[in-house]
C-alpha cells in the first residue's frame, strides 16, 4: 500500500507538469504526513542536506568540468581519425567508426549526452556525405552514446556508488568490459546492416598512418588510464581524480592542443555547474525517498511480493530489469534511480545479486531508457543533428536497439563481465 501511494503520488505530481525531481520530493512529503505522522517535518530540509554533504560528490563537479573542457579542447577530431585508422576498413567503416569514437570518448566525457554531441558533430555529416542514411547515422551516433556512461568516469556511476554505499573504484572497472562488449554488439549490428545496403569501407590505413594518428591522440587517449591508474594504484581518490582530470583536462586543450579559449573555459564553468546544481538536488531528493522507503519497510514488502511471484533467481533478475527498463522509458536515469536502487537493491542482495552487477545493469537500463521514446534525449538531440525528423531516428534504431538488449542480457546473466575486473582491486 505505501509502494503503491509514494509511486502513485510521483506520477500523479508530474502528470499536473511538476518536474519529475520535484514530483519525487513532493510524493515523499505526503507519504511521510500520512504513513508517518509522527516524525517532525523539520526532518525533511536536514534530509535534503544531508544527502548533498559527501565529500565524495565532489568527484561530479570535477569529472563535469572536465569533460566540457576536453569536448571543447579539440580532442573529437583526433580520437575519430585513430578511430578511423583502426576501423574504417570494415565494410560500413564509419559506422564503426562512430563506434570506436565513442568508446573512447566515453573515457573521457563520461556522459551520453556530451558524447552525442561531440562525435555526432563530426561523424554524421561525415556519414551522410559518403552515402550513408542521415537517419541510420544519427542511429548510430545515439546508442552507441550508451557507452558514454558505462565506460569510467561516468556521473550515474558515481551517484550509484553514493546511493548504494558502495566502492567508486570498482563500480569503474566493473564497468569497462559491459561497455565494451555492448561497442561490439553494436559493430556487428552495424556490419549487418551495411552488408544488406551496400555501404561503403574506407581504404586500409597503412601502419604508418595508424601511428601518426595514434600519437595525435595520445594525450587525450590517456585521460581514462589517468584516471583509473591513479584510483587504482592509490594515489589518489575519485575525488582527487576527478581534480586531476581537469588540471589535465586545461592544460591539454589550453598549453599544448592550443585550442581551449578563455571563452570556452567560461562556458564550460557555467555547463559544470549546471549539471552539477541538477544533480544535488536530485541526491538531495534522493536521500528523503531512501529515508521514507527504509523506515516504512518497502524494501522488506518488495523481497516478499517477489519470492512471492518466483523463488527462481534467474525470473527475479528477468522482472527487476523489465521494470527498470520500462522506469527508464518515461523518467530520467538519475531520477530513476532515486525508485530504484533503495527499493531493488535490498531485495536483490538476498537472492545473492552483488550490489555492483546490479549497479552496471540497472546504469545500463537506464541509458537504454535515453535513445528510446517516449522521452529519449539522445533521439532528438541526434535528429537535430542529422537534420531528420525523431521519428526516422527511431525506425533506424531499431536493430541497435536488439543489439543494446543482447548485450543487456549478456551482462545480466554473466556476472563476471562485471565482477571480473573489480576483484583485483581490494580498495
Given at each position: 500500500m505505501t509502494l503503491v501511494a509514494l509511486l502513485g503520488l510521483t506520477i500523479l505530481f508530474a502528470l499536473i507538469g511538476t518536474p519529475l525531481v520535484f514530483a519525487i520530493m513532493a510524493a515523499s512529503v505526503v507519504t511521510l504526513v500520512l504513513f508517518l505522522p509522527t516524525v517532525p517535518l523539520v526532518i525533511l530540509p536536514q534530509l535534503f542536506i544531508n544527502g548533498m554533504d559527501k565529500s565524495l560528490l565532489l568527484a561530479i563537479v570535477f569529472f563535469f568540468l572536465a569533460g566540457e573542457l576536453m569536448n571543447r579542447g579539440g580532442i573529437t577530431r583526433r580520437i575519430v581519425d585513430f578511430a578511423q585508422c583502426l576501423v574504417g576498413h570494415i565494410r560500413g567503416g564509419l559506422g564503426h567508426v562512430n563506434i570506436v569514437s565513442s568508446i573512447f570518448f566515453s573515457g573521457i566525457s563520461g556522459s551520453a549526452v556530451a558524447d552525442t554531441a561531440a562525435v555526432?558533430?563530426?561523424?554524421?555529416?561525415?556519414?551522410?556525405?559518403?552515402?550513408?542514411?542521415?537517419?541510420?547515422?544519427?542511429?548510430?551516433?545515439?546508442?552507441s552514446s550508451v557507452i558514454g556512461p558505462i565506460i569510467p568516469p561516468s556521473i550515474p556511476i558515481i551517484i550509484y556508488a553514493v546511493l548504494a554505499e558502495v566502492s567508486v573504484g570498482k563500480m569503474f572497472l566493473a564497468g569497462v568490459v559491459p561497455g565494451l562488449l555492448i561497442g561490439l554488439c553494436l559493430m556487428a549490428a552495424v556490419y549487418v546492416i551495411s552488408v544488406q545496403r551496400d555501404y561503403p569501407r574506407?581504404?586500409?590505413?597503412?601502419?604508418?598512418?595508424?601511428?601518426?594518428?595514434?600519437?595525435?591522440?595520445?594525450?587525450?587517449?590517456?585521460?581514462?588510464?589517468?584516471?583509473?591508474?591513479?584510483?587504482?594504484?592509490?594515489?589518489?581518490?575519485?575525488?582527487?581524480?576527478?581534480a586531476?582530470?581537469?588540471?589535465?583536462?586545461?592544460?591539454?586543450?589550453?598549453?599544448?592542443?592550443?585550442?581551449?579559449?578563455?571563452?570556452?573555459?567560461?562556458?564550460?564553468?557555467?555547463?559544470?555547474?549546471?549539471?552539477?546544481?541538477?544533480?544535488?538536488?536530485?541526491?538531495?531528493?534522493?536521500?528523503?525517498?531512501?529515508?521514507i522507503v527504509a523506515n516504512l519497510q518497502i524494501s522488506r514488502d518488495v523481497a516478499a511480493f517477489l519470492f512471492s511471484v518466483t523463488e527462481n533467481p534467474w525470473l527475479l533478475l528477468l522482472g527487476v530489469n523489465l521494470f527498470i527498463l520500462m522506469v527508464g522509458l518515461f523518467m530520467d536515469p538519475l531520477a530513476a534511480m532515486i525508485i530504484i536502487v533503495p527499493i531493488f537493491l535490498p531485495a536483490m542482495v538476498e537472492v545473492g545479486v552483488d550490489p555492483i552487477h546490479f549497479g552496471i545493469f540497472t546504469v545500463i537500463n537506464l541509458m537504454i531508457g535515453l535513445c528510446t521514446p517516449p522521452v529519449g534525449y539522445l533521439i532528438y538531440l541526434s535528429a537535430s543533428i542529422a537534420k531528420v525528423r525523431p521519428e526516422v531516428v527511431v525506425r533506424e534504431s531499431l536493430p541497435f536497439l536488439v543489439a543494446l538488449l543482447v548485450?543487456?542480457?549478456?551482462?545480466?546473466?554473466?556476472?563476471?563481465?562485471?565482477?571480473?575486473?573489480?576483484?583485483f582491486y581490494a580498495r
Open positions: 555526432g558533430t563530426v561523424m554524421v555529416p561525415a556519414m551522410v556525405k559518403r552515402g550513408y542514411g542521415a537517419g541510420f547515422s544519427a542511429a548510430i551516433t545515439q546508442t574506407e581504404d586500409t590505413a597503412s601502419f604508418g598512418d595508424i601511428l601518426r594518428s595514434f600519437w595525435r591522440a595520445f594525450l587525450a587517449l590517456l585521460t581514462p588510464l589517468i584516471i583509473i591508474g591513479g584510483i587504482l594504484s592509490g594515489s589518489f581518490t575519485a575525488t582527487e581524480a576527478g586531476v582530470a581537469v588540471a589535465y583536462a586545461f592544460l591539454l586543450g589550453k598549453f599544448i592542443l592550443r585550442e581551449l579559449t578563455w571563452a570556452d573555459c567560461g562556458q564550460a564553468l557555467i555547463a559544470a555547474a549546471r549539471g552539477t546544481a541538477t544533480v544535488m538536488v536530485i541526491l538531495g531528493a534522493s536521500t528523503l525517498f531512501a529515508w548485450a543487456l542480457l549478456l551482462c545480466i546473466y554473466i556476472p563476471a563481465l562485471s565482477l571480473w575486473l573489480p576483484g
